[in-house]
Nanobody, 115 residues
Framework: QVQLVESGGGLVQPGGSLRLSCAASGIISSGYVMGWYRQAPGKLRELVATIASGDRTNYADSVKGRFTISRDSADNTVYLQMDSLKPEDTAVYYC?????????WGQGTQVTVSS
């Protein structure tokens, strides 16, 4: 069973930075696609960024140039570096792992961007 535990959320002022971490345990291999999603109040959960084998990355247009996803395969951790944060980035951020038909979610971490 795969378990994902997020950390690093919090309150930050507009223009600030945060780094989220997702510690993965269980059967995690390079075949998994790891990603970050977010859900703001009253909105659907949306893709933020993914990273696949060979460190191929994909980003939502709204975060391109501001967010960077990376992974440390040695300790099964995925990171999301968030810079130039905006109030509209406020949401609960979820870590995701998927391979073939299987998908797993973390419990989420709150990110609030406000002055």
């Amino acid at each position: 069973q795969v378990q994902l535990v997020e950390s690093g959320g919090g309150l930050v002022q507009p223009g600030g930075s945060l780094r989220l971490s997702c510690a993965a345990s269980g059967i995690i291999s390079s075949g998994y696609v790891m990603g970050w999603y977010r859900q703001a109040p009253g909105k659907l959960r949306e893709l933020v960024a993914t990273i696949a084998s060979g460190d191929r990355t994909n980003y939502a247009d709204s975060v391109k140039g501001r967010f960077t996803i990376s992974r440390d395969s040695a300790d099964n951790t995925v990171y999301l570096q968030m810079d130039s944060l905006k109030p509209e980035d406020t949401a609960v951020y979820y870590c995701n792992a998927r391979v073939t038909i299987y998908t797993y979610w973390g419990q989420g971490t709150q990110v609030t961007v406000s002055s």
